[in-house]
């Protein structure tokens, strides 16, 4: 299996891994930040980002 790195666990990040995770590569995430931001986040989806976040099964 052929292996790929992803540094930075943002939106664009994780995204990646999940495709690529999807399409058969092993992949790791690295992030600088400590931890997750557990007050939350706001979100706001439209766009594009609709098919995307269909797609990936999270509509
Ligand atoms: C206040 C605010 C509100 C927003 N509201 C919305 C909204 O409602 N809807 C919307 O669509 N967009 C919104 N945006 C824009 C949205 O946040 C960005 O477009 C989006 O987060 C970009 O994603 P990204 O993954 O490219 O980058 P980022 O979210 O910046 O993620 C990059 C990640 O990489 C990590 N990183 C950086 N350098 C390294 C390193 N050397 N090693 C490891 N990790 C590293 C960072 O810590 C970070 O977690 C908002 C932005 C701000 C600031």
Known sequence: ???VL???GGIAGTALAYW???HGYAVTV???A???RLGGQA???RGVA???VERMGLL
């Open 1 to 3: 299996m052929q292996t």
């Open 6 to 8: 992803i540094s930075g």
């Open 20 to 22: 690529m995770h999807r």
């Open 30 to 32: 690295v992030e600088r």
């Open 34 to 36: 400590a931890a997750p």
């Open 43 to 45: 979100v706001d989806i």
């Open 50 to 52: 609709l098919d995307v």
